[in-house]
């Protein structure tokens, strides 16, 4: 929001501009997130005032380097009143986006007692059975609640479990047509992806978790399937996309939410119960109960 107010004509004006921005949603090639805005003011408005969020050190920001340059700007001030601190997505918990950043920056002990302040209110399972998440969903929601299925775009080995994710979904039927249409999220046969539920929620929510992204006892390990096999991302800003990516995938839901992490198969080199074992263990340490 820009308001200006002129204090005398032909003279000056006197202009405030408030941008409120969201971290680690850069999910895409060309999406330069928070650091893009900094690097702008410093270059093109040179005689602005500047107060930022002094939260920006955070690494769901991944803007470090962009902010070290503006703090040398004598118009730059760190201030932590600015960092709007709950979030409004959940009328439930204002602790899930903190959860989820603590998960995935695997900061475990901050993410349990996360886990543990919100267990009441926002309830999380994690089950290796499609099934028994999909009922999951349908005994917490009630009346018009509405409950979907949500995987990330790189999540090409879940068609064994009837998730292709190169099927693109209709966002329209997919978000507003009942429970009767099978192209509802509601019939739970279509996923939808990061990139068609970005800014969209659900009240309950079934997050499919494929082999792209891996829990290692080093942290994240990436993954894209090019051809017949996976091969690691070495990109860092491509590393990052995919930790946004499931970041956009676990806050979509007001309400609740299942984590479905296959077990995976000996007999298939592209889903070995390797690639899943250790991401369905780091989250059941956390405290996330098993269905």
């Known amino acids: 929001m820009e308001i200006r107010r002129s204090i005398a004509p032909h003279q000056y004006t006197i202009s405030w501009y408030r941008p409120l921005v969201g971290g680690g949603q850069e999910i895409h ?4 997130g928070i650091s893009a805005w900094l690097d702008a003011a410093q270059k093109d408005y040179p005689h602005w005032q500047l107060h930022i969020s002094d939260q920006l050190k955070d690494s769901e920001y991944d803007a470090g380097s ?5 703090v040398s700007h004598r118009n730059a001030h760190l201030e932590p009143g600015l960092h709007l601190a709950v979030s409004m997505r959940s009328f439930r918990a204002d ?3 903190g959860f989820v950043k603590a998960a995935l920056d695997c900061d475990t002990e901050p993410a349990r007692d996360l886990l543990r302040q919100m267990a009441d209110r926002y ?3 994690i089950t290796r059975d499609l099934s028994a998440a999909k009922g999951w969903l349908r005994v917490h929601a009630r009346g018009t609640e509405r409950y979907g299925m949500v995987a990330s775009s790189k999540a090409m ?5 009837a998730i292709d994710i190169r099927v693109s979904i209709d966002p329209v039927h997919w978000f507003l047509d009942g429970p009767e ?11 939808a992806t990061e ?4 800014g969209l929620e659900l ?18 390990s990436f993954h894209d399937f090019r051809g017949k096999q996976w091969q690691s991302i070495r990109s860092g800003a491509n590393q990052n996309y995919l930790r946004n990516a499931y970041r956009v995938l676990l806050t979509r839901a007001r309400q609740g939410m299942v984590l479905f992490i296959p077990p995976g198969d000996s007999g298939d080199s592209t889903r070995l119960p390797s690639f899943y074992e250790h991401t369905f263990a780091y989250f059941v340490d956390l405290g996330i109960p098993v269905l």
């Open 203 to 220: 009240d309950w929510v079934c997050v499919n978790w494929d082999a792209d992204l891996r829990s290692t006892d080093g942290g994240w």
């Open 95 to 97: 602790r899930v986006s």
């Open 181 to 191: 249409d099978t192209r509802s999220s509601w019939y739970l046969e279509d996923c």
């Open 66 to 70: 962009a902010l070290q340059r503006l």
């Open 123 to 125: 309830p999380i399972a």
């Open 157 to 161: 080995r879940l068609k064994p479990h």
């Open 195 to 198: 990139f068609q539920v970005q």
């Open 29 to 32: 090639t060309g999406e330069a």
